[in-house]
Every structure is written in C-alpha cells, then in structure tokens.
C-alpha cells in the first residue's frame, strides 16, 4: 500500500555517497513485549519490509531480515529508549522513506518515519530544473491560506520516465536544523505543459491554511525515476494579528451582534404592536355592531301607539265689501314623530 502524510512531521537525514546512516525507533516507557517492523518505501512505491525485530522486555531477542535484503549491509542494535536499524553504507539506491512499525500483542500499532537523502542522486539529475514560489503576497495572517507553486523543467527526450512524477513538500522551521515532510502527493496527475520541440514544464500546486507557527521555509521536493530534486524554497512570513486589531475587530463584531439583535427585537415588538391594534380594532366594531342591532331589536315602551299631533289654527275671515271672498291661506301642521 502507498502511505501519503498530510499535516505530518517526517525529519529528514541528509548523508553522503557510503556514509551510514542510523534511523530510531522510539520505545514507550512502560514496555511490554513488542514487535518491531522496519519498511522502506521509495518515491511513488509500495511498502518493502526490511527486517522483523522481536522484543522482549527491553531485550533484543531476534531479528530476520526478508531475503532480498543483504543483511551485510545493515545492523539492529537495542537499548531502553530506541531500537535502532543502521545502513552502513549508503548509496544512491537507498533514497526513500524508512518506517518503523512498533505493534504489541494488545493489536495497537505506532508508526514513525525518516526520510533519507543520498546527496549523490542531486548531481545526476541537474537536466532537471525545480522553480518554486509563493502564489500570495507576503507576509500572510494566521488563518489565511498560501498558496505554494512548484513548477519541473525538464528535457522529456533525455529522460523516458521524466513525466512520472512523485511530488513531496518540506517545511524547515526557524527553530529545527533540518526540514520536516508535511505532505507528499504520491504519482498524482499533474499539469504539463510543452515550451519547445523537446523542453516540458509540469506545475504542482500545494496549499496550506497557516497558523502562527508556520513561518519558515518551504521546499518542494520531485521524485522521478529514482532519484529526486529540491527546490530553493519558498520563506513564508506570519504576521501576529496586533492587539488593538484584535480589539477594533471584536468592538465591530460586537456592535453588527447588538444591531441585529435590536432590529430582531425591534421588528418583533412593531408586529405584536400591529396585531394588538388590529385585534382591539375589531373588537370595538364588533360591540357597536352589537349594540346598534340591540336597540334596533328592542322598542321604545314609550311608544306604545303612533301619534299624530298636528297644531290647528282656526281663524275667522271677515268678508270684504263687494261680495268677495278671501281665500284661506293653507295652516301649518306640525308633527312630533314619524314612525314607518
């Protein structure tokens, strides 16, 4: 199976052309019996089994190394903190990531790593060119994401595996003497481009959301037919969010959280207004109604009978000298009520 590490520490050990190289496995403090596995595992490969080491309190008691691998080359030694596995002598073959497996008869397993670099295999590759950048500006805030940009120059009619590749990406902090492998792509696709009959560039992006912890640089580091190249790095820059941002930007927070609250608040209390009216509107309607159909229903005792009261004048008309007759003027009536 293929291992790829995301957000994981892997140190690095950086030895020359058949010089040894001694890689730990840490033991924990309350030791039981355990079993110890050692892996190795090229750019781009499978896991290949080294050696099994068997443990018995704090005592090597054995150790079978598989078949392929010539056990002259190699030494396993013991104490009470490590388990170590040596290479003594190195060569550019032996490029790769190391594992150790450290498993218990509970059935829990500890896995750690240590990528090792033969410096020999950077000579021989120099056809190749690795340019690195930062796709944003620096410095960057904790929290923002950046952008890493590693792009492969390379002549694809030299190289018949130049397209094969297996991209890994380092950070060395200012605190640590060496980089630290904090992610690998494994033989993912990857864009390539064609810049003349036989020159070819492949872009490979990585991105990181940072913390204030993160500053440093950053390598990209391409792996192909076996051997690899770093890039020159990329220095990332954080900068701490000071304390009167801090404050302005929690002042601003604060006062959108009362603002929308007093609106919410605000917009509740006028539709309760709103229906309280409408409700006590209706009310008084509704009694009005009530009451005008209540007397309308009911009658006046006092009416008892329809009256008709008319006021009557009855005057006397004296005849006028030459037989002539005046004609009576019509008399008022006047009427208290009409009942229909």
Known sequence: MLLFFSDTLVPMNI????????????L??????????WYKQRPGDTLTLIVRVS??????TTHKFEPEIPDSRWEVNNDQKFNRLTLLKASSSDD???HCELSAWTGSIEWSGTYLMVTENTVRILNNTVIQQ????????PGDTADFQCSVLFDSEKMACSEDFSMFWFQAKSNNTYPNMIYTEGNKHHECEKKSDSEKSCMFNFSKVVNSSDSGIFYCAVASCGKILFGNGTRLEIVEITSFETIALVTTVSCLVFSLILNIVLIFYQALRGCHKRSHGMESTT???TSHRHRERIPDPADGENKNYAALNFS???EKRGGKKKQM????????????
Request: charged content about 30%.
């Open 96 to 98: 790769g990531l190391y």
């Open 134 to 141: 930062l796709a944003v500006s620096n410095p960057v805030r």
């Open 287 to 289: 009694s009005q109604e």
């Open 329 to 340: 003027e019509p008399q008022e009536c006047f009427y208290s009520e009409i009942k229909v």
């Open 316 to 318: 006397k008309s004296k």
């Open 28 to 37: 924990p403090s309350e030791f039981n019996d355990r079993d110890v596995y």
């Open 15 to 26: 030895v020359q052309t058949g010089e040894s190289v001694t890689f730990k496995c840490a």
């Open 55 to 60: 443990l018995r309190q704090h005592k090597l």
